[in-house]
């Protein structure tokens, strides 16, 4: 089956800069890859989202970029700010059906 | 658009009584809905997969028997925990699968606590 591998686990950035996070899949055939963001105690909500005939999505300050040769797609944040601290989980998906989830990514903001 | 709901979203009980969570798509038809597990700073961790109108297929070491699943409709599927105890206690999420962007949303999740 696919294994999703996320690095970092846990990521501090001062206000304004930028945070990448990295993922690595392991099934050739997954073509989706969906971002989600989740504050303390709440739901996980999708923030961004790939599909493997495109290389690189943006979203005002998010963007993603998929490399399917390496397997790997990553999430970028530019102009950090403090609300953008929380846990960011990746996810890849080759059905609709069924999502394989990263371990996730603590992101702080410091301001 | 895209909206789901869970209930309750917090529900304390003793040990050994049985505990049922709602996940509803209120905007839209879901015909799968998934159940995950999330214990603190932990990864989401997929339960079962709910399909409207049949059994639901369970993950791996996910007991079927204890965590019962129906999916009676296109908008609502529930999680029945049985003889729930201190172990199960936990943050429960479902999720329901858009077929137009074809992705999972979730729902707000229910935080179990087994006494």
């Known amino acids: 089956g696919e294994n999703v591998e996320q690095h970092p686990s846990t990521l501090s950035v001062q206000e304004g800069d930028s945070a990448v996070i990295k993922c690595t899949y392991s099934?050739?055939?997954?073509?989706?890859f969906p971002w989600y963001k989740q504050e303390l105690g709440k739901r996980p909500q999708l923030i961004i989202d790939?599909?493997?005939?495109?290389g690189e999505k943006k979203d005002q300050r998010i963007a993603v970029t998929l490399n399917k040769t390496a397997k790997h797609f990553s999430l970028h944040i530019t102009e950090t700010q403090p609300e953008d601290s929380a846990v960011y989980f990746c996810?890849?998906?080759?059905?609709?059906?069924?999502?394989?989830f990263g371990t996730g990514t603590s992101l702080t903001v410091i301001p | 658009g895209a909206v789901v709901s869970q209930h309750p979203s917090w529900v304390i009980c003793k040990s050994g009584t049985s505990v049922k969570i709602e996940c509803r798509s209120l905007?839209?038809?879901?015909?799968?809905m998934f159940w995950y597990r999330q214990f603190p700073k932990q990864s989401l961790m997929l339960m079962a997969t709910?399909?409207?109108?049949?059994?639901?297929?369970?993950e791996q070491g996910v007991e079927k028997d204890k965590f019962l699943i129906n999916h009676a409709s296109l908008t609502l599927s529930t999680l029945t925990v049985t003889s729930a105890h201190p172990e199960d206690s936990s943050f429960y999420i479902c999720?329901?699968?858009?077929?137009?962007?074809?992705?999972?949303?979730f729902g707000p999740g229910t935080r179990l606590t087994v006494l």
């Open positions: 996810a890849a998906s080759n059905t609709g059906n069924q999502f394989y």
């Open positions: 099934d050739s055939a997954s073509n989706y």
């Open positions: 999720s329901a699968r858009e077929t137009i962007r074809d992705t999972q949303y």
């Open positions: 905007d839209f038809q879901a015909t799968t």
């Open positions: 709910s399909n409207e109108g049949s059994k639901a297929t369970y």
């Open positions: 790939i599909r493997s005939n495109v």
